[in-house]
């Protein structure tokens, strides 16, 4: 019988494992890895936090602002690589208000450990640093989906 550890652990090794390969590529200007992890996200998060996701990147290539969105909670997704202040604030502002109610970023990586963001958007948005998520607050989700 497989334990809930030992899937936890394997899901934990799998996040850590995408993220460290897309950082190494982006280091060396390889950036066709960047695309594939969106559908990857969207049915991770699907599952570990019962939405339903659609990859807004299938209508219209790239997507302004966002890559993912769920209609009935509200809730979208940019899935990205860069982790600067400069990459959330143009997602805020390339970001419609009225489309959802809940935007969050998630790093592949790790994020940074402050952000200066514009307070004009974080205000209009209720945005705080609370919605930019890297692979470690996904693996606390995965242990705990409160967390």
Not at 116 to 138: P, Y
Request: a negative charge; aromatic letters at 6%.
């Amino acid at each position: 019988m497989i334990t809930r550890g030992h899937l936890i652990g394997k899901i934990v090794d799998g996040l850590t494992s995408i993220s460290q390969q897309v950082s190494t590529r982006c280091q060396l200007g390889l950036t066709d890895l960047n695309r594939y992890p969106e559908d990857l996200f969207k049915d991770y998060l699907n599952e570990a936090l019962a939405l339903s996701l659609v990859n807004l990147n299938d209508e219209r290539s790239n997507e302004p602002g966002l890559d993912l969105g769920d209609e009935v909670p509200s809730v979208a997704f940019q899935v990205t690589s860069t982790k600067t202040a400069q990459k959330v604030n143009k997602t805020l502002k390339t970001t419609s208000k009225n489309q959802f109610d809940e935007i969050n970023v998630l790093v592949i990586g790790k994020k940074q450990t402050s952000y200066q963001l514009g307070q004009s958007l974080i205000q209009s948005l209720a945005f705080t640093e609370e919605n930019i998520w890297d692979i470690g607050d996904l693996c606390k989700k995965t242990i705990s989906p409160s967390a």
